[in-house]
């Protein structure tokens, strides 16, 4: 370990194959010896981004956190690198043109077409969800361990509008898969409420906290919050065809939940700095983020839901080269002031 230790937390946003984004900033910051992760809250796509982070970390240390971030993502649809598959991967097209390309091509349209039309409860007893393979095969005993870091997954409850946080021994391969159901792809998931002893359906985390970031503000945990975001605060122009239309719904709606927490947040901050709160009554959080917006901007709600291994490759390369940069211009922030101007993000 690195002399100056830096311990913070981690909120790792949902986003489908967009989170191969956050894979590449994870990855370079398991570079840093100095930077420990205290706890992870992920929704979806980052809840998965987690529980590989953390079951790695525990039975690897760094380099076991990276080999399991990578074989998730090869799971996913990565493909292992190689020179071979490095020189390749040189020629083929950017992010941003692989993105236009599947946005708007036939096989996009037709899926989107009956994803608006069809329920994934038509297929009865032949349905299943492909997430599920993946899911399963992470190893529980250490994903839901009281060492390492501490793990958060987010889901929506289907009935009640809430959103249900696990942790420890409730994070399931159901839990994750609850985390991830985008309910026009997927059936919703059934979990039992342990208070009540009834099951409950669940949809994707993203509609109530994307991800919930108060998991973090417990006493013991470090005042420095890190959010990986992978879906654009901003957008310029009005959208006016239905993909643009329908995308950017995509990204208010998985954006929304976030906002407010950190609305509350700057709230929080203001009656701090001006008296109306005691020290130490409230948590000053300190709050980072690293995003790509101007790739994002690229891309789209069909490129979630396209992982393939070009797209991927090039997300994973470009939250390294995010994480670079904010590690270069805010390390020495970090533990010590925050990097995001709340009150000018919400003047």
């Given at each position: ?107 996009n349209a037709v899926a989107d077409a009956a994803a608006r039309f069809a329920s994934p409860y038509a297929w009865g007893p032949f349905w299943d969800n492909p997430l599920r393979n993946v ?90 919050v890190l959010i990986v975001n992978i879906n654009p605060l901003e957008r310029a122009g009005v959208p006016t065809t239905p993909q643009q239309i329908h995308n950017r719904i995509n990204e208010i709606s998985f954006n929304s939940s976030l906002l407010r ?87």
């Open positions: 370990m690195g002399s100056n230790k830096i311990r913070l937390n981690l909120a790792l946003q949902g986003g489908g194959a967009h989170g191969a984004f956050t894979w590449g900033v994870l990855d370079r910051l398991l570079d840093d010896e100095d930077i420990e992760v205290a706890a992870i809250s992920g929704t979806s796509a980052g809840a998965m981004n987690g529980a590989a982070f953390k079951s790695g970390w525990l039975e690897g240390g760094r380099e076991g956190a990276r080999e399991n971030l990578n074989w998730l993502w090869q799971q996913l649809g990565a493909i292992q690198e190689t020179p071979m598959t490095q020189w390749m991967l040189a020629f083929a097209p950017s992010a941003a043109v692989l993105g236009r390309a599947f946005e708007y091509s036939l096989g899911a399963e095969r992470f190893h529980y005993e250490a994903v839901c361990a009281a060492d390492g870091p501490r793990l958060f997954v987010g889901a929506t409850n289907v009935q009640t509008g809430k959103i249900r946080v696990f942790s420890g021994d409730e994070i399931t391969p159901d839990a994750i898969l609850a985390s991830a159901c985008l309910p026009t792809l997927f059936q919703a998931v059934e979990i039992e409420n342990p208070a009540t002893g009834e099951s409950e359906a669940y949809w994707d985390g993203g509609y109530t906290g994307n991800p919930a970031l108060f998991p973090l503000f417990a006493p013991d945990l470090p005042d420095d927490e950190l609305r509350a947040i700057a709230f929080v901050k203001r009656l701090l700095k001006d008296g109306s709160l005691n020290r130490g009554s409230m948590k000053d959080v300190l709050v980072h983020m690293i995003a790509d917006d101007a790739l994002m901007n690229e891309l789209s709600v069909a490129t979630k839901l396209a992982p393939g291994p070009v797209l991927l490759s090039r997300l994973k390369a470009a939250g390294r080269v995010a994480a670079d940069g904010f590690l270069a211009a805010h390390k020495g922030d970090l533990n010590q002031r925050s990097t995001v101007d709340l009150q000018a993000m919400y003047d």
